[in-house]
Nanobody, 128 residues
């Protein structure tokens, strides 16, 4: 599967943005999907993950309550809805895929090594 993320941009603090990650070339519904983000000079960090069916999700504490991850298996797209954005959410956001029909869980969803396909990043800038 190939992934293409888009939807980034410049937004004021407190605003909202929705990122999309479109998949092609594979059976999208057999993949768990994740979103990660990276600030230059820092390690890439986990944001959110969703199971193949959308039945389970897992979000990092830093975004829980503000961000939502959901997917459309017919449209082969996973979304990251970001509300109440903060300047510290500024980063390049990446989507990733892992071929599994297991539920997402804290013990693996946040680990970059569990994902074998990555999209290019999309930049989100939150101004104060």
């Amino acid at each position: 599967v190939q992934l293409q993320a888009f939807g980034g941009g410049l937004v004021q603090a407190g605003g909202s943005l929705r990122l999309s990650c479109a998949a092609s070339g594979g059976t999208f519904s057999r993949y768990a999907m994740g979103w990660f983000r990276q600030v230059p000079g820092r390690e890439r960090e986990f944001v959110a993950a969703i199971s193949w069916s959308g039945g389970t999700t897992y979000l990092d504490d830093s975004v829980r309550g503000r961000f939502t991850i959901f997917r459309d298996n017919v449209g082969k797209t996973v979304y990251l809805q970001m509300n109440r954005l903060k300047p510290e959410d500024t980063a390049v956001y990446y989507c990733a895929a892992r071929p599994t029909v297991s539920a997402v869980a804290a013990d693996w969803s946040a680990m970059m090594s569990m994902y074998d396909t990555w999209g290019q990043g999309t930049l989100v800038t939150v101004s104060s």
